[in-house]
């Protein structure tokens, strides 16, 4: 049985939670592995909207096995928080498990997180300020606290004393911030641990028993292509592997498991935060897609930037992704845009043409698009059930992007309802 990942291919918000909301109603494991609750799907399912931070997309789906793999950083008080917000509008939670190796979210997490971008200044990397990054670089210190350490309070109480007491004099000393009350830190996340323990369960080992049984398993990302760790914009990325290869690694199984990759790209291109962004639009075109297509952060509420469909990004996440197939969500947000551009390369200051997608941050902020024009549409694609039922124009334009990304296009949104979908 198929074993697919779900993957961004630009810098995150393409639309992964409709894509993975439609391949969960088809799979009976779902399968998160890496990031926090920095990251937000908005998944619109029978005109209900939900927006989920940590839980799984197959959540919804009461039949489904919901796993939160090992490579996920868990904030378990906003955790608790998502949970009883789900059980309030009737969703159950009995299917959900996280591994005991997930990492836990502290307090001094957030606030070194907000204490080292003040620090940065100007130079900010514009983070989430939820801890995620300065929970990993513990993670990989080797002094992070784990799922297993909060469910049992004995351990938890001896890595809060040790780990804390560090983390107190680098607020204070460094930052000049205010400590922490460790006692209090323990008794608070004690309860957690209580209310958590009934979800621990080793993913790796029920992820592995899904696959030797033939179960169809879904493994969702967070973030996206360009927020990974080594092969996006770095500075400006987030702390794990939102690439293909990553859920191998976050969740506990070989590649060998995988059976498809599908990206997910809007038809256009938006970023959040700082950091060069070729093909942006800070123009009336650039705000008309913002506000047509609901261009607002889900976990923060900030306004994303917004532009062209940049080619060259996506060419990058098709290779270091290995993608079988690409789903292109909002085309419909394009109507009424009149002539569409796609960045089919980038021109350095040397007059340099480049198909590639840089490797440094300084050659990507001296690059200017290249642009490719081709006709756009103003009719309604809404109600589209099927790919030659969209305009004219519309068929052009995937195919012009097929053909540039090298990978072929599956799946059209062409509304925000998990029904307004177009198959390939």
Known sequence: MPANIVVGTQWGDEGKGKIIDILASRAEVV???QGGNNAGHTVVNNGETYKLHLIPSGILYPDTLCLIGAGVVLDPKDFISELDSL???GISTANLKIDPRAHIVMPWHIALDGLSEQF???SDIGTTKRGIGPTYMDKYERCGIRMYDLVHPEILAEKIKATGNLKNKIITAVYGGEAFDLDAVTAEYTEYGKRLAGYMDDVSVLTYDAYK????????????????IDFGTYPY??????????????????PRVISNIIGVAKAYTTRVGKGPFPTELDDEIGEKIR?????FGTTTGRPRRTGWFDAVIVRH???VNGLDALAINKLDTLSGLGTLKICVAYKKADGTIIEHFPAALEELADCTPVYEEIEGFNEDISNCKSFSALPEACIKYIERLEELCGCPIKMIGVGPDRTQIVER
């Open 120 to 122: 940065r200044g100007n």
């Open 31 to 33: 399968v998160r592995s």
């Open 87 to 89: 059980k309030e509008r």
């Open 237 to 254: 990325v987030t702390s794990s592997h939102p690439l293909s290869a990553g859920v191998c690694v976050g969740t506990g199984v070989g």
């Open 291 to 295: 506000n047509v297509g609901g261009e």
């Open 317 to 319: 996440s098709v290779r």
């Open 213 to 228: 049984n033939n179960k169809t398993i879904m493994f969702e990302g967070a973030q996206a292509t360009l927020l990974d």
